[in-house]
């Protein structure tokens, strides 16, 4: 089992930046393909980016050139990097951890964009 914990949600106003964190468990991590996935109220859970384990990121169109997703390998983290927020940004952010044909998500971490 491995266990995934998001932080660094949070308000922010619209063209404002936050940084998510995403923690997984396991001695394995370098070989986790890692995403960030998003769900606003009353719409399906969207992937917003994910990143292989040799480094390799895809990202939803409508995210290009404002987000970024890494990875540090010591640290069994995975970050995205969120600048010029929008207000269709809004929704709670999960993290996925896939190893193998298995998947674990994280609890999600709340971002609000809003003046």
């Known amino acids: 089992q491995v266990q995934v914990v998001e932080s660094g949600g949070g308000l922010v106003q619209p063209g404002g930046s936050l940084r998510l964190s995403c923690a997984a468990s396991?001695?394995?991590?370098?070989?986790?393909?890692m995403g960030w996935y998003r769900q606003a109220p009353g719409t399906q859970r969207e992937l917003v980016a994910m990143?292989?384990?040799?480094?390799?990121?895809n990202y939803v169109a409508s995210v290009k050139g404002r987000f970024t997703i890494s990875r540090d390998n010591a640290e069994n983290t995975v970050y995205l990097q969120m600048n010029s927020l929008k207000p269709e940004d809004t929704a709670v952010y999960y993290c996925?951890?896939?190893?193998?044909?298995?998947?674990?998500w994280g609890q999600g971490t709340q971002v609000t964009v809003s003046s």
């Open positions: 996925n951890a896939r190893y193998g044909t298995r998947g674990f």
């Open positions: 990143i292989t384990a040799i480094g390799g990121t």
């Open positions: 396991g001695s394995t991590f370098n070989a986790y393909i």
